[in-house]
């Protein structure tokens, strides 16, 4: 990633990452992109971008910044909660979720900040 972060500054995208291979991902010995359903192939997503964040975490000594978009759509209440609770006890690093489904993100006790984006104007939305 060293070698090529001028090249990408240059050319304004990524090169080189993760998010470039081709992962196959299975439970069970059954491939989840084909037989998994989407919250199984969400929760198996996130598991991996959080144990990256982990491994940068430890290897750089810095926290990568988490965008999650839509993390929860696919996810029932339960695994929402499991995931955010994890975020909350695990995550020293900030973390960015976008969703439609804000209701799905009211978790009492928590400090955030909520923004509503709309037609292009971002405006910050004060706890009630």
Not at 9 to 21: A, N, Y
Not at 35 to 63: I, P, Y
Request: proline share 2%; charged share 35%; hydrophobic share 40%.
């Amino acid at each position: 990633m060293e070698r090529v972060r001028k090249k990408e500054r240059e050319w304004r995208k990524t090169l080189v990452g993760p998010h470039l291979d081709d992962l196959k991902v299975q439970l069970n010995g059954i491939d989840l992109r084909h037989f998994g359903s989407e919250g199984e192939q969400r929760t198996a997503v996130l598991a991996l971008k959080l144990a990256m964040a982990k491994l940068l975490e430890r290897e750089k000594k810095a926290s990568p910044i988490l965008l999650l978009d839509e993390v929860v759509a696919e996810l029932d209440e339960n695994l929402s909660m499991n995931l955010l609770s994890l975020l909350l006890t695990e995550y020293r690093g900030q973390v960015f979720i976008a969703t439609v489904k804000e209701e799905k993100i009211n978790i009492p006790l928590i400090d955030f900040r909520r923004f509503q984006i709309e037609k292009g104007c971002v405006q910050r939305i004060e706890k009630a």
